[in-house]
């Protein structure tokens, strides 16, 4: 006890003679230094979001003075230091980026020695933690229609969400999208278009009703990162319910239409004939909208185009809450509809100007390691940006260039991808529908199989895996092949997974409609073209004569991937 009762004395007399924490470990033991207790990110965490802030938790107050971008500091590897602003709140350091962190990088943390507590006890060592980001921001709710707090909505409205990038659209249902009258549940049916999650009520709703929307973090966008927080607005609703279009010819989704079609749609109340013009009813091929003659009678509208349409197109018509009835109540909600015309080419799916492409993608193209060539085509991010594009070098383009969407030279650029998107976009909805010759249908593993040419179709995944799949054209140098894939499209290389070519067949007549996200396997050989919804992975030294083509996600080669333009 005697010698217990001479040890407390002396510890505090060692520390007396201090001033601050020094690098003895009796001031440690005791607590007299700051230490940093966790990190968000943590240390050594990956798929971090682009707008992250990060922070840093020490085990005590500190001293919001000794906190500057010289104490607290975040690099990308490499040691390039970014711009940021740093702040403290008690025992929390923040570090808010200038700019987003760029895709797929690793970037280094670093609390310096130079931060001390209240008491000017200084951190004893630097701490280092790293983290890598994924591929996007934070995906948040963007605007709301009705708006939040909005009074006199129309009875029969559609409540809509638009978010600020492209979700997955799995996870956009009626778990995360609800509609709630005080306790009581809504019924009605979620779909998602574009950028816009739409919740349709199965009756009409009540007059004069207070009714509130959630959206939950249960929404996720196409690399699977969630809103950060439950979205909820309320609204309430008028007495009036606004006319709708019930129906329309073509009908939304309609394929093999006539290239000599005339257009209607019929109102479900009389409308006013000077609001039903070429402001609240447009028709379009992507961005290009379609001249034509426009009439109105009893309650259908009339849409003449001036030329026939073109062939395997997709086409957008859109009548606006401009247009209103007699009364002058206005449409309810915009009512959009597409459809496709017929194509006199059989099953041969024009790509039209995204034919240009080896690789086009949505948010983001990355060439993770490895000297990756894309040959005789050119790559391209649409609407994902040039900061979006990674690993190029060591990734080269032979023959071939890079363009993003905020390039500003050479002129055009921007416009010039948003047509080879849409040219994407009725590619792929072209082949999802093709219906001729009837489709057969296929599941599972397709690996050792010979398939002639023609339509295959299945409900849910498709793999390569057991061996190599071979298509056959049997002396036909035009032979087709569409592969019409529900959800994921896996090649798994090794024993197998090689796509074949026999008897004259073609890489370019292969077409590969996938209703998610598509990964060639490693060492595979692969051929045709992918037109995927999300996102296409090539693992490491996989090979393809083809197009790497997708939709809204992102183009990944993981190591030393090559892409061949197909020999015509």
């Known amino acids: 006890m005697k010698i217990k009762n001479l040890i407390l004395p002396f510890v505090i007399l060692?520390?007396?003679?201090?001033?601050?924490?020094?690098?003895?470990?009796?001031?440690?033991?005791?607590?007299?230094?700051?230490?940093?207790t966790s990190t968000n990110p943590l240390d050594g965490a990956i798929n971090v979001p682009l707008d992250q802030t990060i922070t840093v938790l020490f085990n005590k107050e500190m001293n919001p003075t000794t906190f500057t971008q010289s104490s607290f500091i975040i690099e990308e590897a490499g040691s390039v230091v970014i711009a940021g602003n740093v702040s403290l709140s008690g025992a929390t350091a923040s570090f808010n980026p200038t700019n987003a962190l760029l895709i797929n990088t690793t970037y280094v943390g670093t609390v310096k020695t130079l931060v001390k507590d209240m008491d000017g006890n200084a951190l004893q060592e630097d701490y280092v933690f790293t983290f890598s980001t994924g591929s996007t921001v934070t995906p948040v709710v963007a605007s709301t229609d009705p708006l939040d707090l909005a009074t006199n909505v129309f009875l029969n409205k559609t409540v809509a969400a638009n978010f600020n990038m492209l979700m997955n659209h799995s996870t956009i249902n009626t778990s995360t999208f609800t509609l709630r009258q005080g306790t009581t549940e809504v019924l009605g049916v979620v779909s998602?278009?574009?950028?816009?999650?739409?919740?349709?009520?199965?009756?009409?709703?009540l007059d004069a009703t207070e009714y509130t929307a959630t959206m939950t973090t249960g929404a996720r966008n196409v690399q699977g990162?969630?809103?950060?927080?439950?979205?909820?607005?309320?609204?309430?609703?008028?007495?009036?319910?606004?006319?709708?279009?019930?129906?329309?010819?073509?009908?939304n989704n309609a394929s093999g239409v006539a290239l000599d079609k005339v257009i209607t749609a019929v109102f479900s109340e009389t409308m006013d004939n000077t609001t039903i013009n070429n402001t609240s009813f447009t028709l379009k091929n992507g961005a290009t909208v379609i001249t034509g003659a426009l009439?109105?009678?009893?309650?259908?509208?009339?849409?003449?185009?001036?030329?026939?349409?073109?062939?395997?197109?997709?086409?957008?018509?859109?009548?606006?809450?401009?247009?209103?009835?007699?009364?002058?109540?206005?449409?309810?909600?915009?009512?959009?509809?597409n459809f496709n015309t017929l194509s006199t080419g059989g099953t041969l799916v024009d790509l039209q100007s995204v034919a240009r492409f080896g690789i086009i993608a949505g948010v983001a193209v990355s060439n993770n390691a490895g000297f990756s060539e894309i040959r005789n085509m050119d790559v391209g991010i649409y609407p994902g940006v040039r900061s979006s594009l990674t690993g190029f070098p060591p990734a080269i383009v032979v023959n071939g260039a890079i363009f993003a969407s905020d390039d500003t030279a050479p002129a055009g650029v921007p416009a010039m991808l948003l047509q080879a998107k849409d040219d994407l976009t009725a590619a792929y909805l072209f082949a999802e529908g093709a219906s001729s010759p009837a489709p057969a249908t296929v599941s599972g593993d397709q690996g050792g199989t010979t398939l002639a040419p023609g339509i295959y179709k299945t409900t849910s995944t498709l793999l390569i895996e057991s061996g190599d799949l071979t298509l056959d054209a049997q002396g036909d140098p035009n032979a087709?092949?569409?592969f019409q894939i529900a959800s994921d499209f896996t090649t798994v290389g090794g024993a197998g997974g090689n796509v074949i070519l026999a008897g004259g067949a073609k890489a370019k007549n292969v077409f590969w409609q996938v209703g998610r996200s598509a990964t060639i396997g490693d060492y595979t050989d692969f051929k045709g073209n992918i037109l995927a919804l999300t996102s296409i992975t090539m693992n490491s030294y996989s090979t393809a004569e083809g197009r790497m083509l997708a939709r809204n996600g992102a183009v990944i080669m993981t190591h030393t991937n090559i892409i061949t333009k197909p020999i015509d």
Do not use: H, K
């Not at 060692?14 to 033991?29: A, K, N, R, W």
């Not at 998602?192 to 709703?205: E, H, K, R, V």
């Not at 009036?240 to 329309?248: D, E, H, N, R």
């Open 225 to 251: 990162t969630a809103l950060v927080s439950d979205y909820t607005w309320t609204f309430t609703t008028g007495t009036i319910t606004g006319p709708t279009v019930i129906s329309t010819d073509p009908m």
């Open 480 to 482: 087709t092949w569409i």
């Open 192 to 205: 998602y278009s574009g950028q816009t999650a739409l919740f349709n009520p199965t009756n009409n709703l």
């Open 295 to 337: 009439s109105y009678s009893g309650t259908t509208l009339t849409f003449v185009p001036g030329s026939p349409l073109l062939e395997g197109t997709t086409y957008t018509g859109t009548i606006t809450t401009d247009a209103q009835s007699l009364s002058g109540i206005a449409l309810a909600n915009d009512y959009v509809w």
């Open 14 to 36: 060692c520390i007396s003679l201090f001033s601050g924490c020094s690098d003895d470990d009796f001031e440690e033991v005791i607590g007299l230094c700051p230490v940093v």
